[in-house]
């Protein structure tokens, strides 16, 4: 099994940063790509940025410019640092994570795709 945990999320002031954190850890043999989607209530959840094994990144264009996707390969984990928030940038954070894993049965690799279970990130205007 693949667990996707994320950390970080909070109230801050518009204007204000916080850094989301996302660790990826079970039987994982590689990660392609990790990325932090978000949904705010009414909305469709959105790609907020993405980031691949090789560094390339890409970014909702309603966040380029004041966030950034970072990358530990070592600790299978990613980074969000959120500056310059704005109340509109209010949502649950989702971490998703996809690559290759160890089968249940200890027998070959198979795809997988996981996502965590969210952290809320509150702007107060």
């Known amino acids: 099994q693949v667990q996707v945990v994320e950390s970080g999320g909070g109230l801050v002031q518009a204007g204000g940063s916080l850094r989301l954190s996302c660790a990826v850890s079970?039987?994982?043999?590689?990660?392609?790509?990790m990325g932090w989607y978000r949904q705010a209530p009414g909305k469709q959840r959105e790609l907020v940025a993405r980031i691949t094994n090789g560094g390339t990144t890409n970014y909702g264009d309603s966040v380029k410019g004041r966030f950034t996707i970072s990358r530990d390969n070592a600790k299978d984990t990613v980074y969000l640092q959120m500056n310059s928030l704005k109340p509109e940038d209010a949502a649950v954070y989702y971490c998703?994570?996809?690559?290759?894993?160890?089968?249940?049965?200890?027998?070959?690799?198979?795809?997988?795709?996981?996502w965590g279970q969210g952290t809320r990130v509150t702007v107060s205007s």
């Open positions: 079970g039987s994982i043999f590689s990660i392609n790509a």
């Open positions: 998703n994570a996809y690559g290759r894993r160890l089968r249940d049965s200890g027998l070959g690799m198979e795809d997988f795709a996981s």
